[in-house]
């Protein structure tokens, strides 16, 4: 069952988490900045060759992937050739991690480097890199027989049981290291870098457990605090000489919805809503703005903050913050980052037609690094089902839920909003998703919420949630007379002047 909670709670815990941290910082190399952003522009080659290709003669291509925050990624595609070649021009920004389907799960390219690599899909295990960071990846490779893709653990037992298994699983895997570097000489920058991967897998297993024990068992976890107290050694594993995926993956997770405290504090946040033009994100932003210090982990947590703040189609969270971001966020990869990501977003903005197309499968036109989720089958969809019964009308719709603090916070004011424009052309649409049908009908009463109300089954739920790509609710679309998506995301609160404004010139439209 798919759980959505409270896009304000998702962004909570990066408050406890950096009063973890506090004012520690990591151990990394000063380097001159200048030389860091010259040393961003210079590109990676990654070529290689596949042999024996009729043992999988479906493989037509290799897939490289580069990840980014909140599972955002750029996705690159070479074709392979009658030789089995590929290549690929990339620029990295610094060393980190990249993936080569199906070559590799997990390599590790900086700019500037040479990377060639054989695959003979005979002996598919074995993986012969060469290049400027060929032994590394050899390293990488070679271990990459015994690590097997991280952790494996079973969901159903107890915490106790859980964490057991999950220390013994990591005991192992330190004990495979143990035995390789008796058989070969390792690098030392490998030695951390598995370690870190370790580590991080170890604590990604131990933040999802809450939750996926609760779907699969509707049994709550006691004692979330003792549970949760490992998160204050994640940021140890946290440094820029290796940007790793699971940076991007832990840090995400730490703003999630399954960590203790949060519904407490977005209630206090929300408490703190004295006027139309202040919202939870808004009073969020600045907590944790200055709660981020100079260390590494600090100032990544923040950015990966930020990156689901654009991911939610927010820039405005980044323009009204812009001079005290770039002065909290000084390494330069975070930056450069965030800023391409920003200019992602705001290209997307300008051409909101294209976005809409995709979004409602009439064109899948649209970069593979999209934010958007991408269907072939759409004529049916809920989305479509609401833009076409609507024609010539402006249509706002709030995505809610009876669970949601933030929701019921916001509601009064979206039932407002639908009273400033009763005589307009505008539609207002109220989707309700994950709830159960009995609240969702009381609170519709209690409130006297009216518009088109629409109670959303599990698949419609998980559906437009995979459109959007959004981790939590409250979420907000605008749409125009002619049924183009012109705008949406959590920065729509009815509340807002940007909100108004936009409907306002929609109308004139």
Same mark, same amino acid.
């Given at each position: 069952?798919?759980?959505?909670?409270?896009?304000?709670?998702?962004?909570?815990f990066g408050i406890l988490?950096?009063?973890?941290?506090?004012?520690?910082?990591?151990?990394?190399?000063?380097?001159?900045?200048?030389?860091?952003?010259?040393?961003?522009?210079?590109?990676?080659?990654?070529?290689?060759?596949?042999?024996?290709?009729?043992?999988?003669?479906n493989l037509k291509e290799?897939?490289?992937?580069?990840?980014?925050?909140?599972?955002?990624?750029?996705?690159?595609?070479?074709?392979?050739?009658?030789?089995?070649?590929?290549?690929?021009?990339?620029?990295?920004?610094?060393?980190?991690?990249?993936?080569?389907?199906?070559?590799?799960?997990?390599?590790?390219?900086?700019?500037?480097?040479?990377?060639?690599?054989?695959?003979?899909?005979?002996?598919?295990?074995?993986?012969?890199?060469?290049?400027?960071?060929?032994?590394?990846?050899?390293?990488?490779?070679?271990?990459?027989?015994?690590?097997?893709?991280?952790?494996?653990?079973?969901?159903?037992?107890?915490?106790?049981?859980?964490?057991?298994?999950?220390?013994?699983?990591?005991?192992?895997?330190?004990?495979?290291?143990?035995?390789?570097?008796?058989?070969?000489?390792?690098?030392?920058?490998?030695?951390?870098?598995?370690?870190?991967?370790?580590?991080?897998?170890?604590?990604?297993?131990?933040?999802?457990?809450?939750?996926?024990?609760?779907?699969?068992?509707?049994?709550?976890?006691?004692?979330?605090?003792?549970?949760?107290?490992?998160?204050?050694?994640?940021?140890?594993?946290?440094?820029?000489?290796?940007?790793?995926?699971?940076?991007?993956?832990?840090?995400?997770?730490?703003?999630?919805?399954?960590?203790?405290?949060?519904?407490?504090?977005?209630?206090?946040?929300?408490?703190?809503?004295?006027?139309?033009?202040?919202?939870?994100?808004?009073?969020?932003?600045?907590?944790?703005?200055?709660?981020?210090?100079?260390?590494?982990?600090?100032?990544?947590?923040?950015?990966?903050?930020?990156?689901?703040?654009?991911?939610?189609?927010?820039?405005?969270?980044?323009?009204?913050?812009?001079?005290?971001?770039?002065?909290?966020?000084?390494?330069?990869?975070?930056?450069?980052?965030?800023?391409?990501?920003?200019?992602?977003?705001?290209?997307?903005?300008?051409?909101?037609?294209?976005?809409?197309?995709?979004?409602?499968?009439?064109?899948?036109?649209?970069?593979?690094?999209?934010? @958007?989720? @991408?269907?072939?089958?759409?004529?049916?969809?809920?989305?479509?089902?609401?833009?076409?019964?609507?024609?010539?009308?402006?249509?706002? @719709?709030?995505?809610?839920?009876?669970?949601?603090?933030?929701?019921?916070?916001?509601?009064?004011?979206?039932?407002?909003?639908?009273?400033?424009?009763?005589?307009?052309? @505008?539609?207002?649409?109220?989707?309700?998703?994950?709830?159960?049908?009995?609240?969702?009908?009381?609170?519709?009463?209690?409130?006297?919420?009216?518009?088109?109300?629409?109670?959303?089954?599990?698949l419609e739920a998980r559906?437009?949630?995979?459109?959007?790509?959004?981790?939590?609710?409250?979420?907000?679309?605008?749409?125009?007379?002619?049924?183009?998506?012109?705008?949406?995301?959590?920065?729509?609160?009815?509340?807002?002047?940007?909100?108004?404004?936009?409907?306002?010139?929609?109308?004139?439209?």
């Amino acid at each position: 069952m798919l759980i959505i909670k409270s896009i304000n709670s998702i962004y909570c815990f990066g408050i406890l988490i950096l009063l973890q941290i506090g004012c520690s910082s990591t151990s990394n190399k000063k380097i001159n900045i200048d030389a860091k952003l010259a040393l961003m522009n210079k590109s990676a080659i990654i070529a290689g060759r596949i042999t024996h290709k009729d043992v999988y003669p479906n493989l037509k291509e290799v897939k490289l992937t580069i990840p980014d925050f909140d599972g955002n990624k750029t996705v690159l595609i070479s074709k392979l050739n009658e030789k089995g070649e590929y290549k690929f021009e990339i620029f990295p920004k610094t060393k980190r991690e990249i993936s080569l389907v199906p070559i590799a799960n997990t390599l590790v390219i900086s700019p500037g480097d040479s990377l060639f690599i054989l695959k003979d899909l005979n002996d598919i295990g074995n993986v012969i890199c060469s290049g400027s960071c060929g032994h590394f990846n050899s390293e990488i490779c070679n271990f990459g027989k015994l690590f097997l893709g991280g952790f494996r653990s079973d969901y159903l037992p107890s915490y106790e049981e859980f964490l057991l298994t999950c220390k013994t699983e990591k005991a192992g895997y330190f004990d495979k290291l143990k035995e390789l570097r008796k058989t070969q000489e390792l690098s030392d920058e490998f030695c951390s870098w598995i370690t870190t991967k370790i580590e991080l897998e170890y604590a990604k297993e131990l933040i999802d457990f809450k939750i996926q024990h609760w779907k699969r068992t509707k049994e709550k976890l006691k004692d979330s605090l003792q549970y949760y107290a490992f998160t204050d050694k994640i940021q140890y594993f946290f440094n820029n000489s290796i940007v790793v995926t699971d940076n991007f993956e832990v840090s995400g997770e730490l703003l999630s919805p399954t960590l203790p405290k949060m519904k407490l504090i977005c209630e206090k946040y929300a408490k703190e809503i004295i006027n139309r033009d202040t919202t939870v994100l808004d009073l969020m932003t600045k907590d944790l703005i200055n709660q981020t210090d100079t260390s590494y982990a600090s100032q990544f947590l923040l950015a990966s903050f930020l990156g689901r703040s654009l991911d939610l189609n927010n820039p405005s969270t980044f323009d009204q913050n812009w001079e005290v971001v770039s002065q909290k966020i000084t390494d330069p990869f975070l930056m450069r980052t965030l800023t391409d990501y920003y200019d992602r977003v705001m290209e997307h903005n300008r051409n909101p037609k294209k976005n809409s197309d995709a979004l409602r499968g009439i064109s899948d036109d649209i970069e593979h690094n999209s934010r @958007i989720g @991408i269907k072939k089958q759409d004529e049916t969809s809920l989305l479509n089902k609401i833009i076409d019964s609507k024609p010539n009308k402006v249509i706002y @719709i709030d995505i809610w839920a009876t669970w949601c603090p933030a929701c019921l916070v916001n509601m009064p004011f979206s039932i407002q909003l639908m009273k400033d424009y009763s005589t307009k052309d @505008i539609e207002f649409v109220f989707i309700n998703v994950i709830d159960n049908k009995e609240n969702w009908q009381k609170e519709i009463n209690k409130l006297g919420i009216g518009g088109t109300q629409i109670y959303c089954n599990e698949l419609e739920a998980r559906e437009i949630r995979k459109t959007f790509n959004f981790p939590g609710i409250p979420y907000y679309l605008l749409i125009n007379k002619k049924g183009v998506i012109i705008d949406y995301g959590y920065h729509l609160v009815p509340q807002g002047k940007w909100t108004v404004s936009k409907i306002d010139r929609l109308l004139k439209e």
